[in-house]
């Protein structure tokens, strides 16, 4: 997959075409007890798609991990042969409407800071904060994505390399993100309409 480098935008995903995405949450990883299905709903101005769930911070009784609270959703394009080719462009633009939580926005390049024999993408990560109940059409220039590790930011200069994605994917956690979100245990949902890739200047 590549992007049109005369285009001054360009589509990446449209969220009603579920069959493009995977969701997991920490029930998956038989941690906690989080749920989120994806689905589809129809607009008058088109299908949009739905992600929502609950978020529970109980733990999975049993578990083998070492923690202590559960509370993430999250849901992912599937995996594909090539590249997105974002190279061109500087900014991610989401239409969404959200609930008055703080998501995150990840883009997963390929694996070229992990170690020698790691599997795992490279996560570039940042927060999208909406108002609630609205349509909303949200700006991310790349800069402000930072390099995390299994959500946690790696404290090191590293740079993006935009002309490999292999992914992107939305999650929520029930508890971080800014200050002024609304956060804790519940269900959440956010309606989402597309992903664009921007060339602002």
Known sequence: ?????????????????????????????????SSAPLEIADAENGATGIFSGNLSLDVTEGTKW???????????????????????FDTIVIKLKGDGRCYISTIYTENWVNSLGEEEDNSWQAFV????????????PLAQYLPTWRGNVIDARLEMNPSRVVGMSLSVNAEGGVPSAKSGPRDFRVDLDWIKALRSQ
């Open 1 to 33: 997959m590549s992007a049109n480098v005369m285009a001054f935008q360009v589509v990446v995903f449209l969220f009603h075409l579920v069959n493009m995405f995977v969701t997991n949450t920490c029930f998956d990883y038989c941690v906690g007890l």
């Open 129 to 140: 904060f909406v108002p609630k109940d609205n349509w909303y059409i949200t700006k991310i």
């Open 66 to 88: 070492n923690i202590s609270r559960g509370g993430f959703c999250g849901m992912r394009s599937k995996k594909f042969d090539g590249f997105i080719d974002l190279d061109p």
